[in-house]
């Protein structure tokens, strides 16, 4: 089992960066593909990205490839998105979640869950 907790999350004005948070309080981090997902007020839960146990693969959505970019230290148990050029639509409850099997970004494959973090980003 883990646990995950996301921070990083804040107001932002149009074409700012931000960059959000992971950290995992598990023994092997490394058993877990993890994934970025968000969710606006009124829309379904997007997913936005997977990462690998070991951080050599990330699949990104179309809709932030380019802009949004996922590192993961294995040592400190934290996955990091690093948000770029972001702009109004990408106002959202951002949540990460982890899961043992391949990686996906259907929010169905995965089976923990942080609470997220809130961003929001100004016109």
């Known amino acids: 089992q883990v646990h995950l907790q996301e921070s990083g999350g804040n107001l932002v004005q149009a074409g700012g960066s931000l960059t959000l948070s992971c950290t995992a309080s598990t023994r092997y981090f490394t058993n877990y593909v993890v994934g970025w997902f968000r969710q606006a007020p009124g829309k379904e839960r997007e997913g936005l990205s997977c990462?690998?146990?070991?951080?050599?693969?990330?699949y990104y959505a179309s809709s932030v490839e380019g802009r949004f970019t996922v590192s993961r230290n294995n040592t400190k148990k934290t996955l990091y998105l690093q948000m770029n050029n972001l702009k109004p639509d990408d106002t959202a409850m951002y949540f990460c979640?982890?899961?043992?099997?391949?990686?996906?970004?259907?929010?169905?494959?995965?089976?923990?869950w942080g609470q997220g973090t809130q961003v929001a980003v100004s016109p």
């Open positions: 979640a982890a899961q043992t099997g391949g990686c996906s970004l259907n929010e169905a494959r995965f089976d923990y």
């Open positions: 990462t690998t146990e070991y951080g050599w693969a990330t």
